[in-house]
């Protein structure tokens, strides 16, 4: 009973690749379309086709290659920079012209610490100065003290500061790509680009 146990079991194994060591076919649909895409960009990133949830890079900054797609598809860029939001070239024509901005990862984590901190100081300058004042209401002294007056305005002033310069910083931080209809290099002779 026990070697035709192992005799299948060995059978098993044995045909496991060849039934299910298969590639499965892949899913995507054949795109459609096609444009030439040229990037302009300010840091090294890479192009990214994305398509439910597969993906495959496509082309390399500053690319100038000729790629196939489907118009529904979206694309994102890739590279040590904070992520920009999906985004598609359907529609900018058979030449694209993708101008990223690339965002700062050091931008970002400024901006959050010095929001999370300068919020933190208003809530809990006007937590503190509410209990005083409750307090004092209640009959506990002879009135809030001028010490944590100015403390809590203080720390109130301090912490819009910190948000003032947080937000700003937390918004300039983004990646932002601009899908632009590509000129053919003859027609764009004549004009002139002024880059700052």
Do not use: W
């Not at 999906?86 to 030449?95: E, V």
């Not at 208003?122 to 209640?138: E, K, N, R, T, W």
């Not at 305005?153 to 790509?177: D, E, K, R």
Request: some cysteine.
């Amino acid at each position: 009973m026990r070697l035709p146990s192992l005799l299948l079991g060995l059978a098993f194994v044995l045909g496991t690749p060849l039934v299910f060591g298969q590639d499965a076919p892949d899913p995507r649909p054949t795109p459609t379309a096609e444009a030439f895409v040229h990037i302009e960009s300010d840091a090294p990133l890479s192009l990214r086709r994305n398509v439910g949830r597969f993906g495959d890079v496509v082309c390399a900054a500053p690319c100038d290659r000729v790629i196939r797609f489907d118009p529904a598809d979206r694309f994102s860029v890739e590279g040590s920079f904070p992520s920009a939001p999906f985004f598609s070239i359907g529609d900018a024509g058979p030449r694209v012209r993708l101008r990223v901005d690339t965002g700062s990862h050091a931008r970002l984590y400024t901006g959050i610490a010095s929001t999370a901190l300068g919020g933190g100081a208003l809530v809990m300058s006007g937590f503190i100065f509410v209990l005083a004042a409750v307090g004092d209401a209640l009959g506990s002294g002879d009135g809030v003290d001028d010490g944590i007056k100015y403390g809590c305005l203080g720390a109130a002033i301090g912490g819009g500061v910190a948000m003032a310069v947080g937000v700003p910083l937390l918004v300039l931080s983004n990646t932002t790509v601009d899908v632009l209809p590509d000129l053919p290099r003859g027609a764009a002779r004549g004009m002139v680009t002024v880059r700052f």
